[in-house]
């Protein structure tokens, strides 16, 4: 594998301070051959006016375009932030958008609250384009049982009968006083996302000890399978551990088969994506040092990781005034840091059978723009 060619999908140097900080990035390959890369943009990260933004590239991801689309942030008359912008196409020209609303109602709260360790109520919506993009429907809120503490957490599965799947992490949210617990959930339709069953567990520690963190998917080899990695936290030692990773199919009893396996690659987020001839890559930040996005690959589906084979994409210098590592972690404080560091959030789609595009956001602090880059694997 290397790196044939990078640049920036949006860059944010030249531009005003509300619209200086994108972070938590997404990727969509449509059927035309077109990509649209979607991030919040704001003054800063999760701040209280946060919105999601749109890039479209026309020739491959070498050159971007910004979209006109502006998103109301107002949920059933209340003033909100947006996150985490994850577009599918559901049919050529038939976009379905996934974002995560915090509630901003008292602008002075931060996303996570130091003492009881909850963050702001959410809601999941999605809305609809049918003119590729240009025009969205309203905001749908969707009911997700009695979950709390809910946010997005990757890219939109699909399966080849036409299922569509969501993906998303529940918590506890800012004023619950009780005991934090901490889970990873797809949901998933058979009706292009007009409605959905109920959550299916794809990792939760049963003493919630171990928090997986930020999970992404792809699809696994099976017609009912897909894999699902995790930043992974335990809570006991704590420490950050290694990427954990689970092979899952929706035939599963979400519970009693979770086999949450160890990959041994350091590191936080990692998007992982099956290829046709059936290696597992894994898109990898790591905060540990030097740091780093680094691109993995397995010959056996996950089971091994070499490290002379990982391909380093990106080294960056971390100028953010931040007090945690990854080990000796104080909870609250490093979540702090979350909110501090100038690097991360991978991504990775399939361009055609010999390249990959990967993207991230990278920058120094109250700076940060979307980075790409075109590998050929």
Not at 86 to 107: K, Q
Not at 138 to 159: A, E, H, M, N, Y
Not at 172 to 198: C, L, R
Request: proline residues 7%; contains cysteine; aromatic residues 10%.
């Amino acid at each position: 594998m290397h790196v044939e060619a990078n640049g920036l999908i949006y860059d944010a140097s030249d531009r005003p301070e509300d619209e200086s900080v994108a972070a938590f990035v997404s990727l969509c390959r449509l059927s035309s051959g077109s990509l649209l890369c979607g991030f919040q943009l704001g003054p800063k990260k999760h701040d209280v006016h946060s919105t999601i933004r749109f890039c479209r590239s026309d020739d491959g991801g070498q050159t971007w375009q910004e979209l006109p689309t502006r998103f109301d942030s107002r949920v059933e008359g209340m003033h909100g932030s947006l996150s985490s912008g994850e577009i599918f196409e559901l049919a050529p020209g038939h976009l379905l958008l996934y974002v995560t609303w915090f509630d901003r109602s008292d602008p002075e709260r931060p996303l996570f609250d130091p003492e009881t360790e909850g963050i702001l109520r959410s809601k999941q919506l999605i809305a609809e384009s049918h003119d590729d993009g240009a025009t969205w429907s309203d905001w749908r809120v969707l009911p997700w049982s009695d979950l709390k503490g809910c946010s997005s957490t990757g890219p939109i599965l699909q399966w080849p009968d036409g299922r569509i799947a969501l993906a998303f992490e529940s918590y506890k949210e800012y004023d619950d006083p009780s005991p934090a617990t901490h889970g990873a959930w797809i949901v998933s339709s058979e009706n292009n996302g007009q409605t959905f069953g109920p959550p299916f567990s794809v990792a939760q520690h049963p003493e919630h000890t171990v928090y997986y963190w930020d999970q992404r998917l792809c699809r696994g080899p099976g017609d009912d399978d897909a894999i699902a990695m995790f930043w992974t936290h335990d809570l006991k030692a704590q420490q950050d551990l290694s990427v954990h990773l689970r092979h899952f199919s929706l035939v599963d009893d979400p519970i009693e088969s979770q086999e949450i396996i160890d990959t041994g690659i350091p590191g936080q987020i990692a998007a992982p994506l099956l290829l046709k001839d059936g290696r597992l890559l894994a898109f990898v930040v790591d905060r540990n040092g030097p740091m780093t996005m680094k691109l993995w690959q397995s010959p056996d589906g996950g089971s091994t990781w070499p490290a002379e084979k990982s391909l380093l994409v990106y080294e960056h210098d971390e100028q953010a005034p931040l007090t945690q590592g990854t080990s000796d972690v104080d909870y609250a404080e490093y979540w702090e840091d979350m909110t501090k560091w100038s690097f991360g959030h991978p991504v990775i789609r399939p361009l055609d059978d010999d390249h990959v595009l990967v993207a991230f956001y990278a920058g120094v602090p109250n700076q940060l723009s979307v980075h790409w880059a075109r590998i050929a694997i």
